[in-house]
């Protein structure tokens, strides 16, 4: 088992993502995740690996700030999405334009919370 702690381990530091880690290991995702709950030092090196992996891009997108606009433009996007990200509005409408139907009156109070909720049928 330790060596697929290790290759684990590296892929993380790596850059993978936990899913394709898991698969690189030879393991689950579920036995990260039970040793994850462990609390051991095993646990503290998985985030330790994916602090590493981080920290590499961050500062490989730090660098590429200096020298593209592109970079830093994405950086700030992400970074700071309510004054930098994209804003984009959305419109629906009806048939011909107009306002879409929607029928409340007759439903009960709980029809109505089942519909807040995304319930597809709320009668069902």
Request: one cysteine or more; glycine letters at 8%; a negative charge.
């Given at each position: ?46 985030r330790e690996a994916e602090v590493a992996a981080c920290s590499i891009a961050e500062a490989s997108i730090a660098a590429a ?42 439903l009960s109070t709980d029809e109505l919370r089942k519909l807040a909720r995304g319930d597809a049928n709320p009668n069902a």
């Amino acid at each position: 088992m330790d060596m697929k702690r290790e290759k684990l381990l590296q892929a993380l530091a790596q850059g993978h993502t936990r899913t394709t880690a898991a698969f690189l290991a030879g393991i689950s995702i579920d036995t990260i995740k039970d040793w994850e709950r462990r609390g051991d030092e095993y646990s503290d090196r998985i985030r330790e690996a994916e602090v590493a992996a981080c920290s590499i891009a961050e500062a490989s997108i730090a660098a590429a700030m200096q020298d593209d606009w592109r970079a830093a433009l994405a950086y700030l996007e992400r970074r700071s999405r309510t004054e930098w990200g994209k804003q984009q509005q959305v419109e629906l409408s009806g048939p011909a334009g107009g306002a879409i139907p929607v029928q409340f009156q007759g439903l009960s109070t709980d029809e109505l919370r089942k519909l807040a909720r995304g319930d597809a049928n709320p009668n069902a």
